[in-house]
């Protein structure tokens, strides 16, 4: 079992940043592939953002290249999605989800691979 704990959300103006953390614990995070996925009200959940075991291997939805960056730290088991030039289309939930993997480049875009889910925290982004 992993456990996924996010936090960092918030309220932000359009244009604003903020980095969202997800902390795992229960098993060797090393081992996991991450992702990020929103969910804005009335939409279906959405891939943001993926990272391999390694970190060394990353890919994003296109509305947030170039604007959002994740990454990892495996020694504090934790993985971060830094958020700049937010707009108010970026409101939604953000969570985290990690995927158990042999594989030190695998990352995958797809919900339905990832076995361990967070709660999700609260991003809005005023106009």
């Known amino acids: 079992q992993v456990q996924l704990v996010e936090s960092g959300g918030g309220l932000v103006e359009a244009g604003g940043s903020l980095r969202l953390s997800c902390v795992a614990s229960?098993?060797?995070?090393?081992?996991?592939?991450m992702g990020w996925f929103r969910q804005a009200p009335g939409k279906e959940r959405e891939f943001v953002a993926a990272?391999?075991?390694?970190?060394?291997?990353?890919y994003y939805i296109d509305s947030v290249k170039g604007r959002f960056t994740i990454s990892r730290d495996n020694a504090k088991n934790t993985v971060y999605l830094q958020m700049n030039s937010l707009e108010p289309e970026d409101t939604a939930v953000y969570s985290c989800?990690?995927?158990?993997?042999?594989?030190?480049?695998?990352?995958?875009?797809?919900?339905?691979?990832?076995?361990?889910w967070g709660q999700g925290t609260q991003v809005t982004v005023s106009s």
């Open positions: 229960g098993r060797t995070f090393s081992m996991f592939a």
């Open positions: 990272l391999s075991r390694s970190g060394g291997s990353a």
């Open positions: 989800a990690a995927v158990l993997t042999a594989s030190t480049s695998y990352y995958s875009t797809r919900p339905d691979v990832y076995s361990y």
